[in-house]
């Protein structure tokens, strides 16, 4: 069974231009999140999807923002871009409910130059 | 809000020796706790978590974790340490207050000599 995808695995982008990375769940998983993990600063909660819709999102300014498909796959679209927006963005996938396991994908590296 | 702490950012341990990862949780209500280990330059690995029963669970590549509600915690253990186990550990909590997120801790170095 295939894991959880994203791409690209790096980007680079220069200050004040727009990123856009794509996750891909696990067949079946419904709900898909998106975590940042910028030195320093640990693996911070971003945003939560399920079953298209926007559930909850972490203390991340509106620039960041995202969308789930109806295949369930995901995007997360940075604006404006910041150099310390430069981290791992991480994609995980999971059944509904909080007893659920949320397995991750490899991640996205984003630089910001 | 639910959080975990991990107080060792490194542990270094011979390779055969046995091993512990700490981790101390701060919830309300009944918690549910994972270990996660991340590689160089890869994404998050599920280990292992706890959601009720037996206080002793058992997860991938022979890692276990023990759950105890008096201490608030949930130390990751492997009784014969690899070298191939070096890796950054985290600890994290569900969070159900509305996110469905988990909180993780800072991580920790895992450092396993030959």
């Known amino acids: 069974e295939a894991g959880v995808t994203q791409s690209p695995t790096h980007l680079i982008k220069t200050r004040g231009q727009q990123a856009t990375l794509r996750c891909s769940p696990i067949?079946?998983?419904?709900?898909v999140y998106w975590y940042q993990q910028a030195l320093g600063l640990g693996l911070q909660f971003l945003l939560w999807?399920?079953?298209?819709?926007?559930?909850n999102r972490g203390n991340f300014p509106p620039r960041f923002s995202g969308r789930q498909f109806p295949n369930y796959s995901s995007e997360l679209n940075v604006n404006a871009l910041e150099l310390e927006d430069s981290a791992l963005y991480l994609c995980?996938?999971?059944?509904?409910?909080?007893?659920?396991?949320?397995?991750f994908g490899p991640g996205t590296r984003l630089l910001v130059l | 809000a639910q959080s975990v702490a991990q107080p060792e950012d490194q542990v270094n341990v011979a390779e055969g020796n046995p091993l512990t990862v700490k981790c101390t949780y701060s919830?309300?209500?009944?918690?549910?706790l994972f270990w996660y280990v991340q590689y160089p330059n890869r994404g998050l690995q599920f280990l292992l978590k706890?959601?009720?029963?037996?206080?002793l669970v058992k997860g991938s590549y022979g890692f276990e974790a023990e759950f105890n509600k008096s201490q608030t915690s949930f130390h990751l253990k492997k009784p014969s340490a690899l070298v191939s186990d070096s890796a950054l550990y985290f600890c994290?909590?569900?969070?159900?207050?509305?996110?469905?997120?988990?909180?993780f801790g800072q991580g920790t170095r895992l450092t396993i000599n030959p």
């Open positions: 999807y399920d079953e298209g819709e926007e559930r």
């Open positions: 994290a909590v569900r969070d159900f207050q509305g996110a469905q997120k988990l909180v």
């Open positions: 706890y959601i009720t029963g037996d206080n």
């Open positions: 995980a996938s999971s059944l509904v409910g909080s007893r659920e396991t949320q397995y």
């Open positions: 067949s079946g998983h419904t709900s």
């Open positions: 919830v309300s209500g009944n918690p549910y």
